[in-house]
């Protein structure tokens, strides 16, 4: 009689991986870090990208690991309207501060002083409508 082979073996099922998720890390974005070093300079021609790399490692960043990160930072930056590019293509050149976007930076910079201001100009708008109704009343009254 003929012999016949055994079926072979069905296969175990995969085991069903379970995802895992990192913790976000905290502190300040790429791109947080890149508007706080480029707002910091005083350059009139704006940062360099190898100056604003420099920076970012001097603050703790690993640029070498990230370099992908930072280029997308860069160019989403420029995109938005946040950052001018002065020189270059891409993600590479010089960076600045764009017009409309350096003067909300100087706020945030200046919070506190920038509170206090706010408030003081609504006592003085008041003050001055009080004053104004108290002098016509005063004028109807002559």
Known sequence: MAE????PAAAPAKAARKK?????????????LIVKTVAASKERSGVSAAAL?????????DVDKN??????????LV???????????????????SKTVDSKAKKCLNKGSFKS???IQRALFH??????AFFTRFINYL
């Open 53 to 61: 790399k420099k920076a970012l490692a001097a603050g703790g960043y």
């Open 4 to 7: 016949v082979a055994p079926a």
């Open 67 to 76: 370099k992908a990160r930072v280029k997308t930072a860069i160019k989403s």
């Open 127 to 132: 003050l001055n409508n009080i004053f104004d």
């Open 20 to 32: 895992t998720t990192k913790p976000k890390k905290a502190g300040p974005s790429v791109g947080e």
């Open 79 to 97: 995109a938005k309207g946040t950052l001018v590019q002065t020189k270059g293509v891409g993600a590479s050149g010089s960076f600045k501060m």
């Open 117 to 119: 201001h706010q408030i």
